[in-house]
């Protein structure tokens, strides 16, 4: 299979060879396709698996052949649910229409809107955006959605997570009904399902599950630790492992800039990222940790997800998710395109309930281990820190991007409000 034998352009082909992409990955072999010949479709497949060139290249591909003269509609719209994933496509929407003579933009709230309006007004076919400040730029006239031929949906499933759906509903209003839908996502859930039937028509379903499943090669394992000796134990296994691109996940914005600040202290360097955290410090925070200027990077469940991070080897959860889901998508941050990883929880004994959770969740036990000098405390309570939180934790959303996984229960509007609670904190 090569990416010509797929169909798509020359000005495309060549965008591609200098991206060094020598094959289509299994999800972008099954959703170009069909993408290409106008169908609407709904494609899952993991995290890392190559989604935004399975929608980007044949989407580059129709605008380009089916030009339009003169002026310039916006005809194509991807909707993203943050910040840096809006980024990270147009990033990719520029690569591959290099060669072509199509425009693009993004637009994100955060920043000033004059440029974007400006760049918008000399005439665009591309349009990246995430939904507040799309619709608020709509309403203000800067742009209009009349003309748009393709709409994406990109990493749909965070867009439910994040409370996206009202927003995604009021834009579909504001594009004309005849266009072509594409909706992807790393994981098939009911909530997806149902959201793809009330925007897609008669779609294609595609998917692709790895080999070798996130979890089977990635090796885990658990430190028992007291508490108020996680900072201590983490910075010792960064500094004798010698560790350089390590992700470090923590539950609360807080907390994540406390750890930062403590293995800056340390010698360490590190950045935290986090909802709190300005798109200028978010997006230098990530090209530092990209580029190795940064070994640590701290970063709460929300700000992590989605993010382009290739092949980490070292992932650590100084706290664990009260989510066990959370747990899965950290962890596939390490050991990413079959490569191995290794993913490290600090477990103290108010944490017990989760490892549990998450064992269950992921049908595993975890191999323990106890650093000396990092002993967990003996009297410490095993409750959980914030009782009332915990009930029916971990059930429902059961994720297709991992075999291994199992949901056993569902229990889907509990864990939405859940994931809502949590949403507010990172
Ligand atoms: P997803 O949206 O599925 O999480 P991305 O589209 O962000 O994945 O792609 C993940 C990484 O894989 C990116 O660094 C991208 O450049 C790379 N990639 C995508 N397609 C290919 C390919 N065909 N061959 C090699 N690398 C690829
Ligand atoms: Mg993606």
Redesign the pocket.
Known sequence: MS?KSLGLSEPLLRA?SK???????P??AKAIPPVLEGKDVLAS??????????FTLPLLHYLSENPKQKFRPIRALILTPTRELAA?VYA?VKEYSEFLNLRSAVIFGGVNQKPQIATIRQGIDILVATPGRLIDLQSQGALSLKRIEVFVL??ADRMLDMGFLRDIERVMKLMPEKRQNLM?S?TFSKEIKKLAYSILNNPVQVEATPENTAVEVIEQKVYRVAKSKKTGLIIKLISDGNWKQVLVFTRTKHGANRLCEKMKKAGISAAAIHGNKSQGARTKALAGFKSSKIRVLVATDIAAR?L?I?LLPHVINFELPNISEDYVHRIGRTG??GASGEAISLVSADETTYLRDIQKLIDTKIPVEIVEGFEPDPNASTEPIKQGQNANRNRGRNSNSNKSVKSKNSNRNKNRNRRRNNDKRN
């Open positions: 990416f591609i991206k060094g992409y020598e094959t289509p990955s999800i972008q497949a993991q995290t890392g698996t190559g989604k935004t060139a399975g990270q990719n990109d990493e992807f790393a989605g382009d290739p990413r395109a």
